[in-house]
């Protein structure tokens, strides 16, 4: 046998024990394959990554006061009234009516903020300004802005669907009191005058009108 057939042999039965390995290795394919996909089982859901706990605070109520006081329940049950209804939102509108409805009265224009006071806190501003008016006094006012502001406690009629609640403000402002010829007689534009007031403001919850109306003021 001469010697290129002897090396055509060889060759031919390292290439036959090659293939053997690579099946052995690789398994038998046929074709070309696609990469296996999991179909997931529609019964089965992944757990999820935290636990859900149904049925505990509510964050927004909370947030503001005590859980489980009177407060917290009258909020509760003016949200289960009206289910629009966020305490977050509503101290925001508070905040914003406070400088608006103060700022008003401090300049006397009354007439501004008719819609957002009742008729007992509409007469009792208006005999203020009235006063200051008769003696010829004149304010002028700068609204710096509110330090702190809590929800100070709310109640809820479940009979009229009435909901009040009162707010705790503390704020600064600088105001300056002129008589006729314009001479300051109170006050100064470079002090800083800190107040504390109680508002309190009602809505009937289950009317389409969302806006709320302030009832009381006090300290």
């Excluded at 329940?73 to 009234?81: G, T």
């Excluded at 534009?189 to 009602?202: A, H, L, V």
């Amino acid at each position: 046998m001469n010697s290129p057939l002897i090396q055509l042999l060889v060759l031919a039965g390292i290439a036959v024990f090659l293939i053997l390995r690579l099946r052995g290795v690789l398994g038998t394919r046929e074709g070309y394959e696609k990469p296996a996909v999991t179909r997931p089982d529609p019964q089965r859901r992944s757990a999820p990554e935290f636990d859900v706990i149904e049925g505990g605070p509510d964050l927004d109520i909370t947030d503001h006061v005590e859980e489980d006081s009177a407060a917290a329940k009258a909020l509760a049950a003016m949200k289960r009234v009206d289910p629009s209804f966020n305490v977050g939102e509503f101290l925001g509108g508070a905040r914003g009516a406070y400088e608006m409805i103060l700022m008003a009265f401090e300049k006397g224009d009354l007439d501004t903020i008719v819609p957002f006071i009742s008729e007992d806190v509409y007469e009792a501003f208006a005999s203020v300004v009235d006063e200051r008016q008769r003696q010829g006094l004149t304010v002028e006012a700068n609204f710096i802005g509110i330090s702190d502001m809590t929800l100070a406690h709310a109640e809820f009629d479940e009979t009229t669907k009435e909901g009040e609640i009162s707010v705790r403000f503390k704020s600064e402002m600088t105001s300056i009191v002129r008589d006729n010829a314009g001479d300051i007689v109170e006050g100064s534009d470079k002090e800083i005058k800190r107040q504390k007031d109680t508002w309190t403001f009602s809505r009937k919850m289950d009317a389409g009108d969302p806006n709320w109306k302030l009832v009381a003021t006090g300290e």
